[in-house]
Nanobody
Framework: QVQLAESGGGLVQAGGSLRLSCLAS????????MAWFRQAPGKEREFVAY???????YYADSVKGRFTISRDNPKNTAYLEMNSLKPEDTAVYYC???????????????WGQGTQVTVSS
């Protein structure tokens, strides 16, 4: 089990950028696949991106070409670089850790508390 803490959210204008961080503790970070999900008000939590232990990356179509997931294993941190932000990107963003990279929420046992991202038009 690993504890996760997101940071870096905030209010940004459309077209702007943010970088989210997810600091892991209590486990062997490099042994986990990492993912980002988001949940907008009144909607289901949805997959954004994952980065497997071996470096495989996959993005949701809605963020492909705008968002970049990465990790720094010595720093126990995963990142989500978000560019060209749109109002529809407004959501609480969660990082998640699991043994296998998947787009399914059920594939991740450990979750952070989330960080709010608000994109104004």
């Amino acid at each position: 089990q690993v504890q996760l803490a997101e940071s870096g959210g905030g209010l940004v204008q459309a077209g702007g950028s943010l970088r989210l961080s997810c600091l892991a503790s209590g486990g062997t970070f490099s042994a986990y696949a990492m993912a980002w999900f988001r949940q907008a008000p009144g909607k289901e939590r949805e997959f954004v991106a994952y980065l497997s232990r071996g470096g495989n990356i996959y993005y949701a179509d809605s963020v492909k070409g705008r968002f970049t997931i990465s990790r720094d294993n010595p720093k126990n941190t995963a990142y989500l670089e978000m560019n060209s932000l749109k109002p529809e990107d407004t959501a609480v963003y969660y990082c998640a850790a699991g043994r296998t990279a998947t787009v399914l929420k059920s594939g991740y046992n450990d979750w952070g508390q989330g960080t709010q991202v608000t994109v104004s038009s």
